[in-house]
């Protein structure tokens, strides 16, 4: 549902460099694209006190969103996080207390300024909350007010709906009001802000549908809905997810450093793509590191940690992960920089190394540590340690602390305490 010859700057970056999956209206979307500001928005439900890479492209498509001139709308779900989005789940979400969504909240807001520019201009993003409204909906009035919009029908041939009930999986009555709610943001946007285009990944389709028809049908206004691919690595894995679970934004959550090295170890063929999705770097940069051959792609793969790090983190903290994967990895001696966990020198010395390795967080647990130690995958120091079982002392502490290392890519400095 795309159209090659787009005249806005908008649908032609977006395109051009990969993010668009559907729209409702291309035609109409692009011409006002190309002829005023147009504001968008993608909500987030406060699930977690941090957002991870998952949600990266959402907060991208705002970006290029404001890129191109025009307003994001960053909607905080605190109205929305109380029903749960039942979208392509098999079970119902865990219903969080209003102190839990708040501190949620609290923690992913500022993840947002690092992409988006807010203030009061025409361009600028602003950040609201739906509970602002959605708590504030007396049940019969939102029943008679949209409900007589919204068929049975329509909402059982939607495939977050059907799929979740042809495995057998209950859908509550609870979750079965998510769309109707997700709607109703869209066209409360639209009302106090002007805002024409929501947008989401593809697993959203159904849902924004609702909101961009319940616009056009109640207030005749022009509403929008664009959606991205859902993503996955070049050999089929979900983007985001790792051995060590997700891939947090927040410093607090996963280091600068550990970010540094998830963009690192993209797989070969996702290079280039994931430079256009993921960066600010140039249509003829990328063609470059596309063109890399051998063992030059790590060049590419570095920048585009560089510049996914630099994004999120700053600049800095992108040169010092560099650093310190460079001398760990390259040079094979000890960075600062490193992650370091500090553990009770009782729960380490004496320790069979498996175990400390499993409380570095390295591995899920100690015997995945020893078989990894059988594949030759464990190192103490830069030494291959064959056995799990090996005892570590005071010997092995090197300006005051242990490096471990669990395959090539990952790296934990222990100090004892």
């Avoid at 997700?246 to 970010?259: G, H, K, M, Q, R």
């Avoid at 500090?342 to 570095?360: C, D, F, R, W």
Wanted: glycine fraction near 10%.
């Amino acid at each position: 549902m795309t159209d090659p010859a787009f005249k806005s700057d908008f649908l032609r970056t977006m395109q051009a460099r990969g993010y668009i999956h559907q729209i409702t209206h291309p035609a109409e979307l692009d011409q006002a694209a190309a002829s005023g500001v147009v504001t968008g928005y993608i909500g987030f439900d406060a699930t977690a006190p941090s957002l991870h890479v998952g949600h990266l492209i959402q907060i991208m498509l705002l970006r290029r969103l404001q890129q191109a001139g025009h307003k994001p709308i960053v909607l905080m779900g605190g109205g929305t996080t109380k029903v749960g989005d039942p979208s392509f789940k098999d079970t119902q979400r865990p219903l969080l207390t209003e102190a839990r969504i708040a501190e949620n909240i609290a923690g992913i807001k500022g993840v947002f300024e690092k992409f988006l520019t807010f203030g009061d201009g025409p361009s600028d993003a602003i950040m609201v909350d739906n509970d602002e409204w959605l708590s504030k909906l007396g049940y019969l009035e939102f029943l008679r007010d949209y409900g007589t919009h919204f068929t049975v029908n329509r909402m059982l041939s939607f495939d977050s709906v059907k799929l979740r009930l042809e495995r057998e999986q209950p859908l509550t009555f609870l979750e079965f009001n998510y769309m109707l709610m997700q709607a109703t943001d869209f066209l409360e946007l639209n009302r106090r802000y002007g805002c024409a285009l929501q947008m989401g990944g593809s697993d959203q389709w159904g849902n924004i549908i609702n909101g961009v028809e319940l616009t056009r049908k109640v207030d005749q206004k022009a509403a929008f809905g664009l959606t991205t691919p859902l993503l996955s690595t070049a050999s089929g894995q979900k983007m985001g997810k790792t051995v060590g679970g997700a891939v947090w934004l927040n410093a607090d959550a996963l280091s600068p450093y550990d970010y540094w090295q998830y963009w690192r170890n993209t797989e070969d063929g996702d290079v280039g793509r994931f430079m256009r999705l993921f960066t600010d770097l140039s249509d003829a940069e990328i063609a470059g590191y596309e063109a890399l051959e051998g063992a030059a792609i790590n060049d590419a793969k570095k920048a585009l940690a560089d510049a996914a790090t630099a994004m999120l983190h700053g600049a800095d903290e992108a040169a010092k992960a560099r650093a310190a994967a460079e001398t760990a990895f390259e040079k094979g001696q000890v960075s600062a920089d490193l992650p370091t966990v500090e553990l009770p020198a009782s729960e380490v010395y004496g320790a069979m190394i498996a175990a400390v390795v499993t409380k570095a967080g390295l591995t899920a647990s100690n015997g995945e540590a020893r078989r990894l130690a059988q594949g030759g995958g464990l190192r103490l120091n830069d030494v291959a340690v064959s056995d799990g079982a090996q005892l570590l002392s005071e010997a092995d502490v090197a300006d005051g602390v242990i490096k471990l290392a669990a395959g090539k890519k990952k790296i934990v400095l222990v100090r004892p305490v």
